[in-house]
């Protein structure tokens, strides 16, 4: 019995330690989103485009490239990323304010500093949960 009560209070600090270390990625009017449904009810897709990357590419004539047949689109070594891709379900609970308030600048510039296990974004007043890591 220990040994379950041991492994019992692990899990709880586990998920505890989630909720506490949650962050938030607020989006505001200027930011450059996509936001699609999915096929799911609740669940969207979003694109957080940063606009200071996508002018640097052009002016430096960094492109992404994309291979023929497949469609996978690959970023040269010198590009700046220019998206992040997410999948997120939008959740009931509203008055969620636990966590540290970030920018998507923020996002971009400290993609390592996100806690992807615990992440939010705000949208218009309505709050998703990140279901997984970002997509370039």
Known sequence: ??????????MFLLITSINIYSQIVEIK??????????DNKNEYYITLFNKENIKYNKINGFKYDTIPNIGTVIKCNECRVESYGFLIRKIK???KNKGSIRTVENLFKDKKGFNF??????INGIYYKNLGTPIE
């Open 29 to 38: 009017k200027n930011d450059s989103i996509l936001l699609r449904k999915s």
């Open 1 to 10: 019995m220990g040994v379950i009560k041991k492994y019992t209070i692990l």
């Open 117 to 122: 296990g615990g992440g939010y974004f705000l």
């Open 93 to 95: 609970n509203n008055k």
